[in-house]
């Protein structure tokens, strides 16, 4: 039943993003942020988020420049260092285009597993992927988690952090997705830390 329920809500977001492609409003060029939804919209996006204690995130990007790929995938990171990267997905052009597109990002959590799937509608083409990640230590209780506060600017090859969530063992700072972007080291801080990333490469 839980396994319907999510695909019933991956399909469901898939089918937000092509409907909502048309009247979002446009991001900023050479730029990626969280989307700025309708109330309609968002009402939506909160009903589906209920479920097996599901988050779903929404990206809006645009550039002026021409890029041949963008990359999206999870980062699973133990003391700082990264052990894994899973449900990745791109999209790449042999000859380098202006890109202009929505990224949807659903969490599900099932105690200490989670469900990854990230969805990609841009400039005519659609992708997805799916990945499951599982904790084995249990007793990481402290954790801060969300997504990118602001808009992050598009560069050839520059890794952007759109979300994060991070575990400790006891008190936690919640650095935000820029600062851990910009000061990689901080993620020492943590025994655990799952990093969803994009990438745009000329």
């Known amino acids: ?26 991001p900023p060029k050479n730029a990626i942020m969280s989307s700025e939804l309708t109330a309609g919209q968002q009402e939506i996006i909160d009903l589906l988020s209920v479920p097996n204690n599901c ?8 550039t002026y420049e021409a890029y041949r790929s963008i990359e999206i995938w999870v980062e699973v990171c133990q003391d700082g260092e990264i052990i ?3 449900a990745g997905l791109g999209q790449h052009s042999d000859v380098a285009e202006k890109r202009n597109g929505r990224l949807a990002v659903i969490i599900n959590q099932n105690d200490t597993t989670y469900h990854w799937t990230l969805s990609l509608v841009e400039n005519g083409g659609r992708a997805s992927s ?13 954790r801060a988690y969300g997504p990118m506060d602001d ?40 025994p655990y830390a799952y990093l969803i990333k994009c990438k745009f490469t000329k």
């Open 1 to 26: 039943m839980k396994k319907v329920i999510y695909f019933i809500l991956v399909f469901s977001v898939l089918t937000i993003l092509a409907s909502c492609a048309s009247i979002a409003p446009t």
């Open 55 to 62: 988050a779903l995130m929404i990206f809006d990007f645009n």
């Open 84 to 86: 894994n990267r899973i």
């Open 130 to 142: 799916i990945g499951t990640t599982e904790m084995t230590d249990n007793s990481m209780l402290a």
């Open 151 to 190: 808009s992050a600017s598009i560069e050839d090859g520059k890794e952007i952090i759109l979300y994060k969530s991070i575990f400790s063992t006891g008190s936690i700072n919640a650095y935000d997705c820029q600062t851990l972007q910009e000061q990689a080291d901080l993620l020492k801080e943590y």
